[in-house]
């Protein structure tokens, strides 16, 4: 077997992506007809949406037109990706781009269209624009290739300033503690429910069904105190997929949880796919499978939409509902609501709504009839604005604190007229 020299360092032979995908060009030179690119400028979204697992599912977003070899990916330094491509699949390189799009429309660069277009997807015709095409990635090489990491004192603090406001981050020997304790705490005490309901122009409340959830600030308090169980999000994802097993095993013994009326609980794509989900899925009645929703967040959707569709149809086929949670309206505008044929959607209410005028909510509106009013949702409802605005554009379902304090208001109304028929039939 033949050894590497122990004198060459090995980071002498590991090429950077910006001076392979240059390598590539070049390549292309004497063939570069019907030839495409196009740049995602993943740097020019804000730092939240820069995280390892956006990324993984937005490079997961071209892995069909990489494995048919219609073209090739580089993932840039800058966390930017730069496809090039056959022009004859150009049709299926934008609506991936839409796809990617749509991952991210919740940032602040997409609240103006022309200049969200504009820096965060850049397309180049390799055949006419090959020299500037070069030079643009011969500088990029030139900079990866001259960089020393600098700063990393400054990351320190960084780091530092993080763990004092938000706890120590989550690792691999705290996480494995923590899986454990989940599997022999009673998870009872943590669990929360909140409704869904309609409201009626007297903002009177009908639940439709509501939604049971385990708190993570109570479960940090509870198990992790000082531990900043987000700061690693792929660890904080295995986190909430044995939380999800914990909850199937509350929900498979309903001696021990007593709940009422039609219930939708958060869980992961992968846990759909689990022997825990299949064992709770047999332990329960056909009827019973019919009370329940499954919400699932768009990012884990979309980082791996074959497994999605896969689990949907099975899903539906034995009688749960499957809810969309955590949409924008630009996300409800950027889907194909009929290919993912879920059942609801949940719109996140956001004042700026009301600040787009009258365009907005005509856009609202038609998206809300063409998606179905029986299936949009707006979720964190924490004030009657939401509420009112949200109908205004056709929604019929509501979710949040406000709507928590109209059920609390409506029992209290219940209980005045009780004891005022108990005290009128008793002077009779």
Same mark, same amino acid.
């Given at each position: 077997?033949?050894?590497?020299?122990?004198?060459?360092?090995?980071?002498?032979?590991?090429?950077?992506?910006?001076?392979?995908?240059?390598?590539?060009?070049?390549?292309?030179?004497?063939?570069?007809?019907?030839?495409?690119?196009?740049?995602?400028?993943?740097?020019?979204?804000?730092? %939240?949406?820069?995280?390892?697992?956006?990324? *993984?599912?937005?490079?997961?977003?071209?892995?069909?037109?990489?494995?048919?070899?219609?073209?090739?990916?580089?993932?840039?330094?800058? @966390?930017?990706?730069?496809?090039?491509?056959?022009?004859?699949?150009?049709?299926?390189?934008?609506?991936?781009?839409?796809?990617?799009?749509? @991952?991210?429309?919740?940032?602040?660069?997409?609240?103006?269209?022309?200049?969200?277009?504009?820096?965060?997807?850049?397309?180049?015709?390799?055949?006419?624009?090959?020299?500037?095409?070069?030079?643009?990635?011969?500088?990029?090489?030139?900079?990866?290739?001259?960089?020393?990491?600098?700063?990393?004192?400054?990351?320190?603090?960084?780091?530092?300033?993080?763990?004092?406001?938000?706890?120590?981050?989550?690792?691999?020997?705290? @996480?494995?503690? %923590?899986? !454990? %304790?989940?599997? *022999?705490?009673?998870?009872?005490?943590?669990?929360?429910?909140?409704?869904?309901?309609?409201?009626?122009k007297k903002l009177v409340p009908e639940p439709i069904f509501s939604e049971?959830?385990?708190?993570?600030?109570?479960?940090?308090?509870?198990?992790?105190?000082?531990?900043?169980?987000?700061?690693?999000?792929?660890?904080?994802?295995?986190?909430?997929?044995s939380l999800d097993k914990r909850v199937l095993s509350l929900l498979s013994?309903?001696?021990?949880?007593?709940?009422?009326?039609?219930?939708?609980?958060?869980?992961?794509?992968?846990?759909?796919?689990?022997?825990?989900?299949?064992?709770?899925?047999?332990?329960?009645?056909?009827?019973?499978?019919?009370?329940?929703?499954?919400?699932?967040?768009?990012?884990?959707?979309?980082?791996?939409?074959?497994?999605?569709?896969?689990?949907?149809?099975?899903?539906?086929?034995?009688?749960? *509902?499957?809810?969309?949670?955590?949409?924008?309206?630009?996300? @409800?505008?950027?889907?194909?609501?009929?290919?993912?044929?879920?059942?609801?959607? !949940?719109?996140?209410?956001?004042?700026?709504?009301?600040?787009?005028?009258?365009?907005?909510?005509?856009?609202?509106?038609?998206?809300?009839?063409? %998606?179905?009013?029986?299936?949009?949702?707006?979720?964190?409802?924490?004030?009657?604005?939401?509420?009112?605005?949200?109908?205004?554009?056709?929604?019929?379902?509501?979710?949040?604190?406000?709507?928590?304090?109209?059920?609390?208001?409506?029992?209290? *109304?219940?209980?005045?007229?009780?004891?005022?028929?108990?005290?009128?039939?008793?002077?009779?």
């Open positions: 077997m033949a050894m590497r020299s122990s004198s060459t360092p090995t980071h002498m032979h590991r090429r950077t992506q910006e001076q392979l995908l240059l390598e590539y060009l070049r390549r292309l030179e004497n063939r570069r007809e019907g030839r495409k690119a196009v740049r995602i400028n993943i740097s020019s979204l804000m730092p %939240a949406n820069r995280r390892e697992h956006h990324i *993984r599912a937005a490079t997961n977003s071209f892995e069909g037109l990489v494995s048919d070899l219609s073209g090739q990916l580089f993932e840039l330094k800058n @966390l930017d990706i730069f496809f090039i491509y056959k022009s004859e699949v150009h049709t299926r390189v934008e609506d991936t781009v839409q796809k990617v799009k749509f @991952l991210f429309s919740d940032d602040p660069l997409f609240d103006e269209k022309e200049r969200s277009d504009a820096e965060f997807v850049n397309w180049f015709d390799v055949e006419t624009g090959y020299d500037d095409l070069i030079r643009m990635v011969r500088e990029m090489s030139d900079e990866g290739a001259g960089e020393k990491r600098p700063a990393t004192r400054s990351n320190v603090r960084a780091s530092l300033k993080a763990r004092q406001d938000h706890g120590d981050a989550l690792n691999p020997e705290i @996480l494995g503690r %923590a899986v !454990k %304790a989940l599997q *022999r705490t009673d998870l009872t005490s943590l669990l929360r429910r909140q409704f869904v309901c309609g409201v009626s049971l959830y385990i708190s993570i600030m109570d479960l940090r308090e509870t198990m992790m105190p000082g531990i900043n169980l987000t700061s690693n999000r792929w660890l904080f994802q295995y986190l909430t997929e013994k309903t001696d021990r949880l007593s709940i009422t009326g039609d219930i939708s609980f958060n869980v992961n794509v992968s846990t759909l796919m689990s022997h825990e989900f299949m064992a709770f899925d047999d332990s329960v009645s056909a009827a019973r499978r019919g009370s329940m929703v499954l919400e699932l967040q768009k990012i884990d959707i979309f980082a791996d939409l074959g497994a999605f569709l896969f689990v949907r149809e099975f899903c539906q086929e034995k009688g749960y *509902r499957i809810c969309l949670d955590g949409l924008t309206h630009q996300n @409800l505008s950027m889907i194909n609501r009929e290919r993912l044929g879920v059942d609801y959607f !949940k719109l996140m209410w956001n004042p700026a709504l009301i600040d787009g005028g009258a365009e907005m909510r005509k856009k609202l509106r038609d998206m809300i009839k063409e %998606a179905g009013r029986s299936k949009v949702i707006m979720a964190r409802c924490d004030n009657r604005e939401a509420v009112d605005f949200g109908r205004s554009v056709g929604i019929n379902m509501f979710q949040g604190h406000f709507i928590e304090h109209l059920i609390a208001e409506d029992e209290r *109304r219940r209980q005045l007229l009780k004891i005022k028929h108990r005290i009128e039939r008793d002077t009779t």
